[in-house]
């Protein structure tokens, strides 16, 4: 058997790489993170209250049946700051919004709270970010859209701005 | 002005560099003989150019020449001298300009010091040395001019990356860069024995001195990176799996295993397609690394002007000299006629299983490394961590070392298999002492360490033996060199067992006063104060560290830099025979706390890995030396003489 097509297995490798390479230049990077489990039901949690007067909340609670919003934050978090008219906004139409903080102490919450409004019906704290990691999020801000039973169905990175608000609204109305 | 002259001298060493190129490929030719002429005198002009360029530039920065952009972008003027010097290649242009530097200097020593092989293959070498160095060239000038000037001139500077302010970074990167390049020579004897068809132990034993400085070098930059990561990224990690150590790790594989064919192919004539393959991976490893370091296209902390642009020009060159290069082999190497053909125990059938094995590592290392890019192709965002290295390189690297208990003693071509298993003996009873008590003593350190200790054990004796029943003072040096190496390689394999297998770790919260132990050692935070350097300022812990009766003064720091900001964690190392004692202090985790993060780590035997790895290198050096030394002496001569 001739096998001298062997000879050029290393040019052919080498080309497939190659093309890799070209791929991975073209395409640029896609820097966020999506949670791979948007999709799927809430891992199982119970978080206690991120400050005095904060009621805290179990995963258990979220599938109530009604659609909801599950907005990650964090007092230190400046985009968090940003996106508070927003989630005020949201709150005005009509949406329950539950909050996680990461990593926060209560005096802080409190505080920010304070100056920033309170969109939230409850807030839980995440000390150890186990929660926040549960959920598949990378990063503070974050917001998940939570299907009535539970289901997460839809992930939101970074703060909401004025155009993000229809989109979240539309993404409730689809959960029903 | 100095600027300018360095650009000048850049310029017309490439346009000796298209001299040489088109000089050589000429003589090839039928009629072309008289332009061969140029070919040697043009590369050692190139050399000398290219020098003068580099000193130009570590002029600028000795100076800090603040009008030159690059010198703004990376240095400062309070920046220490020293690291004044080594900011010249600590940044993308400095680093290339070095790179051309170093490739044009080793055609400049092919030139005047290459006598052995003919002088065809040695013009035609010197030709497609001139072709790699024009596309470098080309890079350097139209996108990564090192000597652009900057209009307005900055007060001050920008300064230097900090992690990169170590005397680590004025050697660790030239001594890779040395390697790196030093494989371009291979790929071009390679590349020119392929043209004129001269593959043979002549054209091996010519090559085998520049693989092996090569490979001195990047043993030497590899152990030397492995070091400074150690104890400056402060994570008590040796080696991260990260895609540019790996970058240098791939090439120093295929060298390895070059290194070993190409004795096969001088002494024994066998091996020649494989050994030519080899030659031209090593150095499309080399490119590779260097593609993937300078595009970004795969995250890593040591990725530095990252520029898709760039990255596109480096693949471009990739793409010519590689691809061309395993066209040529796969058109050619048919009319190279077959080796000579041996036995399955023998030297040579050692030697391929250790070549096939290395290929085996490199293959593993090279799939995982891109693996983040393929994946990311298909949707998904994975990064491969060091669970998978390990787990896949330990067992290929346990086989590698077997196959070294018996290797090196066997004899060319054929031989009698009662005769090794007598030899083996000795290293094998060793292993299966050092395993049955470590399964005694420590079961819980885990069957990689164990199996890895056992086997060091092993080749530690074993790796002697070729020198048994020689008369010492007749045996030749590379006996030696090969003795010291596979010695080494056992040191530093230990070193990694025992530091996998036995570290012991412990991480507190302390206030000044108090005392933690970790490994039989007490350290007590005596004092914590502030402490200031030329660019930074510091907080570092007074502690003292105990152990049977000794008591000795260790001081971690926690530095914050000025320019650009940044903090870096200095680690305080204690070393003794049987280990170090590895201390990192960090800042409070949260304001008002008046504790501070301490972390303790003993790690037994931990500096074998580099002592091992300097043997290993000085093992290369020697052998080195004893084929420089020959060379003065009248070849050996055999059968394939010519």
New interface residues.
Partial sequence: MDR?WL??V??VV??F??G??????A????KL??SAMVGQKLPGFALPPATTGAVGFAASELADGKPRLLNIFASWCIPCRAEAPQLEMLKAAGVEIDGVAVRDRPEDVAAFLTEYGNPYRRIGADQTMRVQLMLGSSGVPETYVIGGDGTILYQHIGDIRDEHVPVLLQKLQEAG | MIAEAGLAALWLAAAMALLQMVGGFAQLGARGTELGAVVKPAAIVQGVLCLFAFGALMRLFWITDLSVLLVANNSHIDKPAIFKLAATWGNHEGSMLLWVTVLALSGAAIALFEKRLDAKTLLTTLAVQGFLALGFFAFLLFSSNPFERLMPSPPSGAGLNPLLQDLGLAFHPPTLYFGYVGLSVAFSFAVGALLTGKVGPVFARAMRPWVLAAWIFLTLGITAGSYWAYYELGWGGWWFWDPVENASLMPWLAATALLHSVSVLATRNALR?WTI?LA??AF?MSM?GT?LVR?G??TSVHAFAVD?ER??FI?AL??LY??GA??L??LR??SVKQGEPFAIVSREGAIVANNILLSVILGVVLVGT?FP??A??MGN?ISVGAPYFNKATTPIALLIMLALLIGPMLRWRRDDEARVRKIVVVPLFAAIVTLVILVIVAPEAGVSPILGLGFAAALAIAAWLPLFGRKLRLTPLPIFGMVIAHFGLAVSVAGMAAESGFSSETLAAMTPGESRTVAGWTVKLRDVRPVAGDNWVAVEGDMLASRDGESVEIKPQSRQFFTPEQQTSEAALLTRWDGQLYAVIAQPNVANDTRWQVRLWWKPFVSFIWVGGCLVALGGLIALLGRMFRRAKKPAQNKWAS
């Fill in positions: 001298r000879l050029w290393p040019l080498f080309a790489i190659a890799w390479f070209i791929y991975g230049l395409v640029p990077q896609d993170i999506r | 397609a393959m031209l991976v499309a590779a593609f595009s296209i795969l898709p990255g596109a693949l990739l793409m590689v691809g395993f066209a082999f796969a190497i048919g891109l890019l393929f990311e192709a965002k």
